[in-house]
């Protein structure tokens, strides 16, 4: 063989060592893989340059979100690997923290790192990065909590709406009485949805809707309202794959962002159409002609719209919000606090015998009977504490600064939340937690404002809930007509307590009873 072709097969490529080089590179992109796969809190957490491993599940939690119950496998989670106080886990490339146990969630909640929302991408194009709840942290979020304190949110103001609150409640009231004589039961849930959104309506645009008995009216502009806030729900609560993917943004692969702004376009027709039927009876000089000239939602941002330049954008989302905020959530809650009541006769009894020794049967309940009927509301914090409506995803909080909780460094741009289911189960945190026990508040009495996180529905710190106060009196008023009225009974389905946490922790089978009338 001569010297050139020694030369040209020793150019050649040897077969053997490409296949070494090759089953070098696989082997190190799979020990590159398991390394991030594997790391505690997942590979989120072993891309950050956090240096100390926080406690977490190892691997990408996506599957926790696309449960019924994340809220509880989250909490089995954080029991297992010893970290109530502070766990890891990652969805995707987003960085999660969790709390389980009150002073972390403190830490959070009542911090100055944690005063953003996460970038939801429903959200921002629901408008409601203009709105309260998603609106940056700044001068303008900071405008929206003082026109929310100040005006809509007034003591004053809240006792304004008694009057309606206690119509509305009093015809829920001919509607139960009416499904018992068609139907001999009562599917609530429907009865407390049309009622909290008619409550809401009021409050906000000052006119409420004709969707007659269970929801089947011909008012145009009714229909069209309950199915713009059902679109609505449904956008917010779904898991989408781009919050937490952003090259799957572009693609809009499950069309979330192409519903939204279907929905947002009719949303601003909708709403615009109301704004500008106040403007111009406010420049005819007539004030809450509907509301026996109580100034709702409208007519009051119209009177700030100068003072905080507010655009009709603004008050859009703003009010758009608000119907979210208010509609669900007390329809939800009353529903799980009456299904307890099914459930536990002798309690739902006490109550009944407290209403009628300090209240009676010749007139229906009012705001000012509440502070007295203590029972009720003991019914009211102990449903909150065994079925928190936002038991996950109503605190989610972003990181805009390096921050330290429970001791452990937490980078910016971490999505932190706080599992109050988690901690109102606590058997260290609570006596007997699985026991549905009003009692135990009588014994200590404990707010529900948000200073105590051992139990706190409607958050805690600068992102706490603005319409908690109100919230709390519609309930309370409602679920004393309710117990007024009528006794409930199971049927012979019984009760279901399974849940399913969508935007809100709902019973996952809407429960169907008896309302049993206690006239004489």
Same mark, same amino acid.
């Given at each position: ?55 977490? %599940? ?50 959070? $909640? ?56 206690? %119509? ?10 009416? $499904? ?81 702004? %279907? ?258």
């Amino acid at each position: 063989m001569s010297g050139e072709q020694k030369l040209f097969l020793f150019l050649l490529p040897n077969t053997t060592s490409c296949t070494s080089f090759g089953s070098l590179i696989f082997a190190f992109l799979l020990f590159l893989f398991f390394t991030l796969y594997l790391y505690p809190g997942g590979p989120a957490w072993a891309l950050s340059r956090n240096r100390a491993a926080i406690p977490g %599940q190892p691997g990408n939690s996506l599957s926790i979100f696309n449960t019924r119950a994340p809220h509880k496998l989250l909490s089995s989670l954080a029991n297992s690997l010893k970290a109530k106080r502070v766990m890891a886990f990652s969805v995707g490339f987003t960085r999660f923290i969790i709390s389980s146990h009150p002073n972390t969630a403190k830490e959070i $909640l009542n911090g100055s790192a944690f005063v953003n929302r996460p970038i939801k991408e429903s959200a921002y194009e629901l408008l409601f990065d203009r709105a309260i709840g998603f609106a940056p942290y700044g001068e303008y979020w900071r405008n929206l909590r003082r026109i929310s304190s100040t005006y809509l949110f007034s003591p004053k103001r809240i006792a304004s709406f008694e009057v309606f609150r206690i %119509q509305i409640g009093l015809t829920m009231v001919g509607d139960v009485k009416s $499904l018992m004589e068609t139907k001999r039961c009562v599917e609530i849930k429907k009865v407390l949805h049309f009622g909290s959104l008619n409550n809401v309506m009021k409050t906000v645009f000052g006119k409420c809707y004709e969707f007659g008995q269970n929801g089947n009216g011909n008012d145009v502009d009714g229909v069209e309202l309950e199915k713009l806030v059902s679109e609505g729900y449904d956008l917010l609560g779904v898991f989408n794959w781009s919050d937490h993917f952003p090259f799957l943004g572009l693609l809009d692969v499950q069309g979330v962002r192409k519903r939204c702004r %279907q929905l947002v376009f009719m949303v601003k027709v909708f709403i615009g159409k109301i704004i500008e039927e106040h403007r111009v009876k406010r420049f005819g000089g007539v004030f809450g002609e509907e509301s026996g000239g109580d100034e709702d939602f409208v007519d009051v941002l119209l009177g700030l719209e100068k003072e905080y330049n507010l655009s009709d954008s603004d008050m859009i989302a703003i009010l758009w919000e608000m119907i979210f905020r208010g509609t669900d959530t007390i329809a939800i809650l009353l529903e799980w606090i009456l299904a307890r009541m099914v459930l536990h006769p002798d309690i739902q009894w006490k109550a009944q015998s407290e209403i009628d020794n300090l209240v009676g049967t010749s007139r229906p309940v009012s705001d000012s009977d509440i502070p007295n009927l203590h029972y009720l509301q003991c019914i009211v914090k102990e449903t909150l504490r065994m079925h928190p409506p936002g038991p996950l995803l109503s605190w989610a909080r972003l990181a805009i600064h390096d921050t330290h909780v429970g001791g452990h460094l937490i980078p910016a741009g971490t999505t932190a939340m706080v599992n109050m289911w988690a901690i109102t189960h606590d058997e260290k945190v609570w006596s007997e937690p699985e026991k549905f026990m009003p009692e135990r508040f009588l014994d200590e009495d404990i707010s529900i404002m948000g200073s105590d996180l051992r139990l706190a529905p409607f958050g805690s710190g600068r992102r706490v809930c603005p319409g908690k106060a109100l919230g709390l009196a519609t309930v309370h008023l409602w679920l004393a007509l309710l117990l007024q009225n009528f006794n409930w009974v199971a049927t012979e389905n019984g009760v279901d307590l399974s849940e399913n946490l969508k935007l809100s922790c709902e019973m996952k089978n809407p429960l169907v009873c008896k309302a049993i009338s206690r006239a004489a």
